[in-house]
């Protein structure tokens, strides 16, 4: 079992910058892991993933060149690092853990989830 609790977001101005985290209760090593938005309806959109190692990332092609995933499996934490922000950004922002070894796009594949973090961007 895994807990996961996100950090980070807030209320930025359009070009601006926000780091997101993730902390987890057990050992990330364990898991890939992902952050995927959510902004109407019950679907989330993928953002990024990682691997178990960080050897591997993946992003939404759309978002290739403004954020960077990473993680820090000394402290358990996966950080989601978003530059150049825009309105169409804003959105419930959720990280999620997965069994497999490597970095899904695929909500499906995820076992765990935070409780999301808010991210506002301002025009």
């Known amino acids: 079992q895994v807990q996961l609790v996100e950090s980070g977001g807030g209320l930025v101005q359009a070009g601006g910058s926000l780091r997101l985290s993730c902390a987890a209760s057990g050992r990330t090593s364990s898991y890939a892991m992902g952050w995927f938005r959510q902004v109407l309806g019950p679907e989330r959109e993928f953002v990024a993933a990682?691997?178990?190692?960080?050897?591997?990332?993946r992003y939404a092609d759309s978002l290739k060149g403004r954020f960077t995933i990473s993680r820090d499996n000394a402290k358990n934490t996966m950080y989601l690092a978003m530059n150049n922000l825009i309105p169409e950004d804003t959105a419930v922002y959720y990280c999620?853990?997965?069994?497999?070894?490597?970095?899904?796009?695929?909500?499906?594949?995820?076992?765990?989830w935070g409780q999301g973090t808010q991210v506002t961007v301002s025009s």
């Open positions: 990682i691997s178990r190692t960080g050897a591997l990332t």
């Open positions: 999620a853990a997965s069994g497999l070894s490597y970095d899904s796009s695929s909500p499906g594949s995820y076992d765990y």
